[in-house]
């Protein structure tokens, strides 16, 4: 079933039409928007409108992986390469070729892994963890990423010259507070799917009241939070409350909650606690690029112990929330010196 681009605004518009004409021209292209917007939803109707279609789609979320099991999925390796590679195995790289290959979420990738890309995008070849052979591929590189990857290139977290080479065309979504008009349009569509898929005798359909006022919530997690919404009204009623429970709750741009956080959470660095008690600092202490430093550097490490103990030490997921790299994260815990509470243990999946 081809996907449907839903929505009546400029900008869906212009992505549709924008959709039509390079689809066949098999040139890279960057999806970007906010998380829930519906990247994958506009790189999967690329695909099905390319003479590609029926050829292979393969899928790698580059924030998912550590950035070790990240290149060896995407390139492949070796029997032997390493320890427990007791079989070759083929790369995303190599299963794509001749089809699609979508990189979601490419601004968080590694930079030494950004490299090898830009090698493959390139000169259309790579070679897989523990070989000297290199491998042809001819995959039609598609990615997406909710990053402001010019920012990411000015901050150095992003490779110019890979972005230029990924980005000859770029499609924004934007967010859906931005096209309001679309709300009812996307409502109306769910609401017929998810009919269509569930038994209708058991749904409880929202009245037009409930409608309007769905229409009129600013949706911070854009459509993944309006689909989430609207399973939860049509299996179990009560439209109203939902909605009020979704304006009360504070929420990220992914639509979820933040976790509470005490007035008493980070502490004052030492240096610099008396001053709000009248205590005269020593004048050597006073410099403002070093007090500006110390002060981030320990609310830096402070902001991380608490995600980390969120997370019960789950650095993937801490990665994710603290919006870094996998690789900065170990970085950064090893500069910091933090530890876990209790006997070390293995968390990073």
């Not at 995407?74 to 089809?99: L, V, W």
């Not at 990189?103 to 390139?122: C, N, T």
Request: overall charge neutral; glycine content about 6%.
């Amino acid at each position: 079933m081809e996907p449907v681009i839903i929505g009546v605004s400029q900008n869906i518009e212009r992505i549709r039409k924008l959709v039509e004409r390079v689809a066949d021209t098999r040139m890279n292209i960057i999806v970007c928007g906010e998380t829930g917007v519906g990247k994958e939803l506009v790189v999967q109707s690329l695909y099905m409108k390319s003479d590609r279609v029926g050829k292979p789609f393969v899928k790698v979320n580059c924030a998912a992986l550590p950035d070790t099991l990240l290149e060896s999925e995407m390139f492949g390796y070796e029997k032997g390469a390493f320890t427990g590679a007791d079989r070759r195995k083929r790369g995303k790289f190599e299963q794509a070729s001749d089809g699609v290959l979508f990189l979601d979420e490419i601004g968080d990738m590694d930079l030494y892994l950004q490299s090898k890309l830009l090698h493959v995008l390139q000169d259309g070849d790579f070679s897989p963890l523990g070989s000297e052979k290199s491998v042809r591929t001819n995959a039609w590189v598609i990615c997406a990423t909710n990053h402001d990857l010019d920012q990411d290139v000015k901050n150095e977290k992003f490779r110019q010259d890979l972005y230029y080479r990924l980005s000859p065309i770029v499609i924004k979504v934007e967010p859906l507070r931005k096209r309001p008009e679309d709300i009812p349009h996307l409502i109306d569509y769910y609401i017929k799917e998810y009919a269509s898929q569930l038994d209708n005798k058991k749904l409880k359909l929202p009245r037009a009241q409930t409608i309007s006022r769905l229409s009129e919530y600013h949706w911070p997690g854009n459509v993944r939070e309006l689909q989430n919404a609207l399973q939860r009204i049509l299996l179990l009623g009560d439209g109203d409350d939902i909605i009020d429970e979704l304006i009360r709750t504070p929420r990220h741009q992914d639509g979820t909650a933040p976790a509470p956080i005490s007035e008493h959470t980070f502490s004052i660095p030492s240096d610099l606690s008396g001053i709000d008690r009248g205590d005269p600092p020593p004048l050597s202490s006073l410099v403002l690029k070093d007090v500006k430093k110390r002060a981030a550097d320990r609310v830096e490490r402070e902001v991380i112990r608490f995600v980390l103990e969120k997370t019960e030490w789950n650095r993937s997921k801490a990665s994710r929330i603290l919006d870094l790299s996998y690789k900065t994260l170990l970085c950064k815990i090893q500069d910091l010196n933090l530890q876990p509470p209790s006997k070390p243990a293995d968390h990073n999946s």
